[in-house]
């Protein structure tokens, strides 16, 4: 097993659309919140902690709308526990995407301080942040995707930044426990059904980014349509949500693991672990695709300040990647979640080639040459990818996917890391 596979660099036979005048969409779609707003007001926009495609351009197109309606936008982070559960954290969380007070000509208010507003129909207690109850009206911004816990009619976007984002730790924690008991899709609408009632809540401006990790559409779902409206938007979210194309594959090397990625780090509806938990048993026995024996991850992204949950996802890392992990974040994200095997540290080696190197050796191969390895730069990018020789061969023929480098041997530097 000293030498690896060849590989081949290939890229996903996705279609093109012309690009989005992002301006232009969101101010024909804002006119639906236009006659709400009136001179004076204060608005509270919720910004999340998501690598969102044209995050920093999509905020400042919102706050932009808002003063030309006469009204007063300040920027509140609406992001649960992430950030170190921290004022100056969540800050720093929304400083690493751009959006400073700056760039985006408003303040921003951190506090994470929270007021009970109401309790569902099961008695679970729903909260809001104090600075948006204060505001005259609250927007939401945030990307529609299918969430990464739970497979509903709803998924991650306005009704779960609602909850999670305006509800802070507290609201993120009690959102958790309610799920825990009553599934999740039943308690995030039931927390965002009191939240749409009891506050100023005017609506929210939904993104759905299409396979190339691309602003696809913005849609504005005044307060009344974000229910109904979001369950529409998520069933075309899932059309055009990139995923591998692959049925089974021996290794799957991941280059970054990140917050700004996924809320679980690495997106388990593109590698079928949940954050709960996986069994790691090598024959498939009927599980779906794809069906992956190991999982190795390189790096965590810098936008995620030492946030490493979803590395209890893998199944070996690297001992750089450890290092940069901050355990106190880590910890808080996970025990907030609920999902505390999401942040249990793999086994981890110095070296990418000796991480590679050990994990094929855990699989039962009949030659190293039919290893079915795909190294990816994270799970939102999945156009282009290496691909090992076995794997190409089971998939050349097909349309959808095409081999654009290569075959070529895996490049380490003198460290014995990828380059």
């Not at 991650?156 to 609201?171: C, D, E, N, P, Q």
Request: proline fraction near 6%; charged fraction near 20%.
């Amino acid at each position: 097993m000293s030498t690896l596979p060849r590989f081949l660099r290939v890229r996903q036979n996705f279609p093109r659309l012309p690009p989005l005048n992002l301006r232009a969409a969101l101010a024909a779609e804002f006119e639906k919140l236009r006659p709400r707003i009136k001179a004076g007001m204060r608005i509270a926009v919720g910004i999340g902690s998501r690598g969102i495609s044209r995050l920093p351009e999509i905020a400042r197109a919102v706050l932009d709308l808002l003063r030309a309606a006469g009204a007063q936008p300040f920027i509140i982070p609406a992001m649960g526990s992430h950030g170190g559960a921290t004022p100056e954290g969540q800050r720093e969380v929304l400083v690493g995407y751009g959006v400073t007070e700056e760039a985006m000509g408003v303040p921003i208010h951190p506090s994470l301080e929270v007021r009970q507003v109401g309790e569902t129909a099961e008695g679970a207690p729903v909260f809001c942040s104090v600075e948006a109850l204060a505001a005259d009206g609250i927007v939401l911004v945030n990307r529609v995707k299918p969430h990464t816990d739970f497979f509903g009619q709803i998924g991650s976007g306005l009704l779960k930044m609602a909850v999670v984002g305006l509800g802070k730790r507290t609201g993120a924690a009690a959102m958790h426990l309610s799920a825990s008991q009553v599934g999740h899709e039943r308690a995030i609408r039931g927390m965002a059904g009191v939240l749409v009632r009891t506050t100023p809540i005017l609506g929210g401006v939904a993104i759905l980014e299409n396979q190339f990790h691309e602003t696809a559409r913005l849609v504005v779902l005044p307060r009344e349509e974000m229910e109904g409206g979001e369950d529409a938007l998520l069933v075309e979210a899932r059309r055009i949500m990139p995923l591998l194309p692959f049925d089974e594959l021996d290794l799957l090397i991941v280059d970054w693991l990140g917050k700004n990625i996924s809320g679980a780090g690495i997106d388990p509806n593109v590698t079928n672990r949940s954050v709960n938990g996986y069994f790691s048993s090598l024959p498939r026995d009927g599980r779906p695709s794809p069906f992956i024996r190991r999982i190795f991850v390189r790096d965590l992204t810098p936008e995620s300040h030492g946030n490493a949950i979803g590395i209890g996802l893998a199944d070996v890392t690297t001992t750089r990647f450890v290092r940069a992990m901050d355990a106190h974040a880590t910890g808080i994200n996970a025990l907030t979640s609920l999902t505390p095997q999401s942040a249990k540290v793999p086994i981890h080696f110095d070296t990418d080639r000796e991480a590679i190197a050990r994990a094929l050796a855990s699989v039962p191969l009949s030659s190293l040459a039919a290893a079915r390895v795909v190294r990816i730069a994270d799970t939102l990018s999945l156009t282009e990818m290496t691909i090992s020789d076995a794997l190409w061969q089971d998939v050349r023929s097909r349309g959808d996917v095409t081999a654009i480098g290569g075959p070529h041997e895996l490049q380490f530097d003198a460290e014995g890391n990828l380059e």
